[in-house]
């Protein structure tokens, strides 16, 4: 756990935030984190569940961050999809979110891009449930061998770029 504005974040090479519920930055952590992004670091975003509430909070929060900046998803040719150890084109889902988007069959992670990198990433669907192996039956969800090829190539990406 680190606080940002606090504590000595600059040689972390990416930085996990994740959450269920609204939340808001105080103005020293949101300038920590600016810094942290500027000079060349890395922030993942999951949602928890993939509840609405944590999502809303997400984009009031990140356009605080950088009022110019927006989320936009990343395309489907990106190379964070494709170079790292897996080629992900194709992701299972949990049912909820197949119900709820039933043409969605492809990764779909959201990014800020500061100095042409998506160094601010976010995962509108819980990958951390399937990194875990949890079951939450009526979440918003990245299955399993899906959330860890993401995981592994987002960690390869962070740590090579």
């Not at 489907?76 to 494709?82: G, I, N």
């Not at 990014?111 to 601010?120: D, G, S, Y």
């Amino acid at each position: 756990v680190v606080e940002l504005g606090k504590d000595p974040v600059d040689r972390l090479p990416f930085l996990y935030l994740t959450g269920l519920t609204d939340f808001t930055l105080s103005e020293v952590e949101l300038e920590g984190l600016r810094r942290y992004l500027l000079d060349g670091g890395y922030l993942l975003i999951n949602n928890s569940l993939g509840l609405s509430e944590f999502d809303n909070a997400v984009r009031r929060e990140v356009k605080r961050l950088f009022p110019q900046g927006e989320l936009k998803r990343l395309p489907a040719d990106h190379a964070l999809y494709s170079e790292g150890p897996f080629k992900v084109s194709e992701v299972q889902y949990s049912l909820p979110t197949k119900s709820r988007f039933p043409d969605l069959n492809g990764p779909l992670l959201e990014a800020v891009e500061i100095a042409n990198q998506p160094r601010l990433i976010y995962s509108p669907f819980d990958l951390a449930a399937g990194w875990q192996g949890d079951e939450h039956p009526l979440a918003y969800t990245v299955q399993p061998g899906s959330a860890l090829q993401l995981g592994a190539n987002l960690i390869t990406w962070y740590l090579t770029h």
